[in-house]
């Protein structure tokens, strides 16, 4: 998880899957110690984006052709809680407005 670039507070791990699944998209995580507002970087939106679109694309190719009930309790469980616990570890943030 990344520090904050101001005073190296480290970001919780909360504080940052929330930047990433809020309803308007993604938002600025502000710094508890310092205030400092910090953006998600192009690079880290592109990730997201990948991860979240491509990944479940491809082990749907890979692991069963036809939906089904346990087909998609098999993909929660292996691939999309993983996917949303590893999420905040490859989030990269950049100062934004104070
Ligand atoms: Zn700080």
Redesign the pocket.
């Known amino acids: 998880m990344q520090d904050?670039l101001?005073?190296?507070?480290k970001f919780k791990y909360k504080q940052v899957l929330k930047t990433v699944l809020g309803p308007l998209g993604y938002k600025p995580v502000r710094?508890i110690?310092?205030?400092?507002n910090h953006v998600v970087t192009l690079g880290s939106k592109f990730r997201i984006s990948f991860a979240v679109v491509a990944i479940p694309m491809i082990s749907r190719l890979l692991f069963y052709r036809e939906l089904s009930v346990v087909g998609l309790i098999f993909f929660l469980l292996m691939i999309a809680i993983p996917m949303l616990f590893i999420l905040p570890y490859f989030i990269k943030y950049k100062d934004g407005e104070p």
């Open positions: 904050c101001q005073c190296g507070e710094c110690q310092c205030g400092q």
